[in-house]
């Protein structure tokens, strides 16, 4: 009976050694620790900001890729105070906002039309782009660029950018 108490209480502290370590941490700005979004986009946190399924629509199958991509993407903020988007820069190529993206707390932003749009890229099947930040700074991601055809058949073509001052 000894013994039995023994390996049991053995196992149980083993149990909960093993549980600590199991990389349960207090880094709440990380969401993507404990959550993996499930899109075909890139994403990316920075600084209590999230930018979700960021991609690029280019042309159909067996067509000249388009002079203007349309970057969609979804940025979030957990911040306390608002933040903006203030440029993203594109190797090869330039990126033009269709308008200031400015991020009120815990509001989504770009959900239903693209956000910028880019031109100058050869065409690839991803290409590094950087987000940058008025508060949270800058967040570096691996951009997927995607055919127009299936889902992507549908999207909106790019706005019209606003002029840059």
Excluded at 31 to 57: C, D, I, K, M
Excluded at 114 to 130: C, E
Aim: glycine letters at 8%.
């Amino acid at each position: 009976m000894r013994t039995l108490r023994a390996i049991t209480t053995t196992v149980l502290c083993l149990a909960l050694a093993t549980g600590a370590c199991t990389g349960v941490s207090n880094d709440y700005d990380d969401v993507t620790r404990f959550h993996h979004p499930q899109n075909e986009g890139a994403n990316a946190s920075v600084h209590g900001l999230h930018l979700r399924n960021a991609y690029l629509v280019g042309g159909a199958p067996g067509q000249q890729a388009p002079a203007e991509l349309p970057l969609y993407a979804v940025l979030i903020s957990n911040r306390a105070a608002a933040d903006r988007l203030e440029r993203i820069s594109v190797q090869g190529g330039s990126v033009q906002l269709t308008a200031p993206v400015e991020l009120p707390p815990n509001q989504p932003v770009g959900v239903d039309k693209p956000i910028a749009t880019v031109s100058g890229l050869r065409t690839q099947s991803s290409v590094p782009m950087t987000f940058t930040f008025s508060g949270a700074g800058d967040v570096r991601v691996q951009v997927p660029v995607k055919e127009r055809v299936g889902q992507f058949s549908s999207v909106a073509p790019p706005a019209s950018p606003s002029p840059t001052p």
